[in-house]
């Protein structure tokens, strides 16, 4: 399994460091271009965002039409041309566009689609967390790297490179990554909106991925400008610009350390929500300290409790979505939660700008704990663990699916037919129904 899934993730580790390689400095550095507001450095840090909001289901939609690897090979394309574009502007009006263009290329759901492609059913929920633990260890990775380049060659270098790691991910495409099996999954209703709204744990995971990634950029408009505006304006740490990896450097460290037992225990454990809960307490934690210590250290305590609370949700989320949705909504709730999330990053940077011009970080700390106090209730009370499931594998010759059809009911999830092997797959509750029962069940 890991070996189908690895050069994908390797695509999504790459295009997602060149994204984030520029997040831990990008609010500062904008500051300086021409015509540049706090609000408008709020745009470009979640302007990317925006557009792979917007973007993510035609992608998804083109993906079925001309198949996955062209669709990936296009949006990497477009990543290129706006990572260039970024490279080269000497004001903020040409950068956001260089953003927006970068986010354009909005692949995240064609390569959820094609993981689910590669994975047998058993093994995609290990797979979905494998690609969030690689997008973790860029979110990293990139915190460390990200204020060394930017403080030695400028934040343009750092769309360079983020150009060559796109260039570099188009040759992994297509001589690494397989050719996924031809799969007919048997859909027996259409999948509603409200449906998806109405279930709790969908609904709380769509809820989870939405404020994590709005906090995240949030956090990355806040942390470099507090820490470097002068103490001559108002500013408390006065740090100088290349100082910023003192504080990035360690909460990347305990980030990497923190996200493989997280995935263990949400994974093997089954209690995610406890992972999830702990990760939400350390996001309080994290703003109610950046938003009112005047002390350095305690200040980098906080960005490492943000850190820490990150890369512990993410390699869970999407497996989570996937398991909690049934097998007419998987393609729906991702689509919808990854939306959501991205329309989240967007707005948590524009909300932290404009709050910078109106007013302080204490009040803007202040008012977010509010909203992480209420969403850490909700999350109390309404997410559950997921259910667990065993999958039977059968010759598609000696199924009948006439039997298969009529004999459905809670205790089956899903099945569907793999037509390259050949083979039926039934997916269904651990202990609810012994294997040996349900296959001469459904069996000529």
């Not at 090979?73 to 574009?85: A, N, P, R, V, Y």
């Not at 991205?342 to 970080?361: E, N, V």
């Amino acid at each position: 399994m890991f070996k189908k899934v690895f050069p994908l993730s390797s695509i999504i580790f790459l295009r997602f460091l060149g994204l984030f390689l520029v997040l831990p400095v990008l609010s500062v550095y904008a500051l300086e271009l021409e015509y540049s507001t706090p609000l408008l450095v709020g745009v470009v840090v979640g302007g990317y965002a925006l557009t792979q909001a917007i973007f993510q289901i035609p992608f998804g939609t083109l993906s079925d039409k001309i198949g996955r690897k062209p669709t990936i090979l296009f949006g990497l394309i477009i990543f290129l041309i706006g990572s260039i574009i970024c490279a080269y502007s000497t004001d903020i009006y040409t950068l956001m566009f260089g953003r927006f263009l970068q986010g354009a290329g909005a692949i995240g759901s064609v390569a959820t689609a094609m993981i689910s492609d590669l994975v047998e059913e058993e093994s995609r929920g290990k797979a979905m967390a494998i690609m969030g633990g690689f997008i973790a260890m860029s979110f990293a990775l990139a915190m460390g790297l990200g204020p060394v380049i930017a403080s030695n060659f400028g934040i343009s270098s750092i769309f360079l490179i983020t150009s060559v790691l796109a260039v570099i991910s188009m040759v992994l495409l297509f001589t690494s990554v397989p050719t996924p099996p031809k799969i007919r999954h048997i859909y027996h209703n259409d999948s509603k909106l409200s449906d998806i709204l109405k279930d709790n744990n969908l609904l709380n995971m769509i809820i989870i991925n939405t404020l994590q990634k709005g906090l995240m950029t949030m956090a990355f408009v806040l942390i470099p400008i507090i820490l470097t505006k002068p103490l001559t304006e108002g500013g408390v740490f006065g740090w100088e610009k290349a100082e910023l990896w003192q504080v990035y450097l360690p909460a990347m460290i305990a980030g990497l350390v923190a996200m493989g037992p997280a995935a263990v225990f949400g994974e093997k454990k089954n209690i995610p929500k406890q992972i999830f809960l702990l990760s939400i307490v350390l996001f309080l934690a994290s703003f109610l300290i950046m938003g009112f210590t005047t002390s350095s250290s305690v200040f980098v305590v906080g960005v490492v409790f943000f850190f820490i609370g990150f890369n512990m949700m993410e390699p869970l989320v999407q497996s989570m979505i996937s398991k909690f949705a049934k097998v007419h909504q998987k393609g729906a709730a991702l689509g919808i939660s990854n939306s959501s999330a991205y329309f989240a990053t967007f707005l948590g940077g524009t909300f932290a700008g404009l709050y910078l011009d109106i007013s302080d970080r204490g009040t803007l700390a202040a008012s977010v704990s509010v909203i992480i106090v209420l969403w850490l209730i909700w999350t109390v009370l309404k997410l559950q663990n997921p259910t667990r499931h065993s999958h039977l594998y059968l010759d598609h010759d000696i199924v009948d699916l006439d039997k298969l059809t009529a004999l459905e009911n809670d205790n089956i999830a899903e099945w569907y037919i793999n037509e390259t092997q050949n083979l039926v797959v039934v997916k269904y509750v651990t202990g609810a129904i012994e294997e040996e029962d349900l296959q001469a069940k459904i069996t000529l």
